[in-house]
């Protein structure tokens, strides 16, 4: 297996994440900052934070296929989101667990940071997503 996840006990829980990746790859994929548009730069999901954190997974996921990875390759996921607050939790996770099964998004996640932000691309943009995976 090219990554091992795990969580060290006496690390902060419940998390739906693991704390730490080990990846035994030589390949390294980086995944850009994702955002929620289409491939002619039509905005999608204008104001939903929930269908944009989708939508970012969903671009994310194609990237790391067009390398012939998948979410299992994936050592650290970094989302960046706008004007961050606990009140929002809820419509992020939604996105999350709306795209689980599709994406086939481990359970819990590897290593994942959600970083505030006051602005991304564009005032729509509420969300951005980068990836980094190892592959053999």
């Known amino acids: 297996m090219t990554v091992q996840l795990l969580s060290p006990e ?6 739906p994440y693991h704390h730490v990746a080990i990846g ?14 289409d491939g ?16 970012v997974l969903r671009h994310t996921a194609s990237g790391l296929a ?3 990875a998948t ?21 992020f996770m939604k996105g999350i667990e709306n795209v689980t099964e599709e994406l086939r998004l481990p359970t819990p996640l590897p290593p994942v940071s959600l970083i505030g ?11 951005e997503l980068e990836a980094f995976a190892v592959l053999d």
């Open 24 to 37: 035994t790859g030589s390949r390294q994929v980086h995944v850009a900052g994702q955002i929620a548009r």
């Open 71 to 91: 979410f299992d390759d994936v050592v650290r996921l970094r989302f960046f989101a706008v004007g961050w607050k606990p009140e929002k939790a809820d419509a």
């Open 10 to 15: 006496g690390l902060f829980q419940p998390v």
């Open 40 to 55: 002619d730069s039509n905005r999608l999901a204008t104001g939903d934070l929930t269908g944009q954190v989708e939508i």
């Open 117 to 127: 932000v006051d602005y991304l691309w564009e005032p729509d943009v509420l969300v």
């Open 66 to 68: 067009a390398a012939g």
